[in-house]
C-alpha cells in the first residue's frame, strides 16, 4: 500500500512540474474572453465567415511597427525575385498598440514586397499591413509576415479552427463582438455595432 502511495505522489509530482494537471485543457484550447467575429479573404480567393478571431492570440493592445514615411525606392531580391524594401531603422523604436474593438478591417495589400532590417548579420522582415478604424482612419503599419490570425471559420457542422498567416490575408474585416463571460456585471454584447472600446479593458 506504501508502494502505491509513492507511486502516485511521484506521478502527482512529475504533473506539476510540467505545468499540467489531470483532466485540464492546454492554453491552445482556451477561448477569448471576448468573442470577435468577422469575415476573412485570403489573396488565394477564399473567403471565411469567422469568431474567436485573435492576432497572435491577442485580441487588444497588438503591437505594430509604425511604417516609416520616407523610404527608398524598392529593389528586386535576385535570389527570392521579390520587392524589398531595406530600412533605415529598427522598426522596434516606434510602436502602436491597436485593439481589435476599434478596427473596422486589417488589409495586407502587398504581401510580395518585403521590408527588411538587418543588423549585424541579423536580418527581419515584415510586411505592411493598413489598418482601418471603426472612425475610418488609416494608418499603415509594419508586422512579420509569419504573424498567426488565430480564428473558428463558422459552419453547419461546428467551428472549424484556422490558423491563417498574415501574408496570406488580403482583408479581415471585425463585424462586432461579444463577451463570453457575463456574469461580472458585464451585458452580452450584440453583433453590430461593436462594443465601446472600454468595455473591452
Known amino acids: ?9 511521484s506521478l502527482l509530482h512529475i504533473n506539476m512540474i510540467n505545468g499540467t494537471s489531470f483532466g485540464s485543457n492546454t492554453t491552445k484550447d482556451l477561448k477569448q474572453p471576448v468573442n470577435f467575429s468577422g469575415k476573412l479573404i485570403t489573396h488565394q ?3 471565411y465567415i469567422i469568431d474567436n478571431i485573435s492576432i497572435n492570440s491577442l485580441y487588444k493592445q497588438i ?60 536580418r527581419t522582415e515584415f510586411i505592411e499591413v493598413i489598418v482601418i478604424t471603426k472612425s475610418d482612419t488609416k494608418r499603415s503599419y509594419l508586422l512579420d509576415p509569419k ?3 488565430y480564428c473558428d471559420e463558422i459552419d453547419a457542422a461546428g ?26 456585471g458585464q451585458k452580452e454584447c450584440q453583433s453590430c455595432p461593436p462594443c465601446p472600446a472600454e468595455k473591452n479593458k
Open 1 to 9: 500500500m506504501i508502494y502505491l502511495f509513492i507511486i502516485i505522489s
Open 45 to 47: 480567393g477564399q473567403e
Open 63 to 122: 503591437p505594430m511597427y509604425d511604417k516609416p514615411t520616407l523610404q527608398a525606392e524598392p529593389t528586386r531580391n535576385q535570389n527570392t525575385q521579390q520587392q524589398e524594401m531595406k530600412l533605415q531603422a529598427d522598426p522596434a523604436d516606434a510602436i502602436t498598440k491597436i485593439d481589435l474593438s476599434e478596427i473596422n478591417s486589417i488589409q495586407v495589400p502587398s504581401p510580395e514586397t518585403i521590408w527588411y532590417y538587418e543588423k549585424k548579420g541579423r
Open 147 to 149: 504573424t498567426p490570425v
Open 159 to 184: 467551428p472549424q479552427e484556422k490558423t491563417v498567416r498574415l501574408a496570406a490575408v488580403k482583408n479581415l474585416t471585425i463585424e462586432g463582438y461579444t463577451y463570453r463571460d457575463i456574469g461580472k
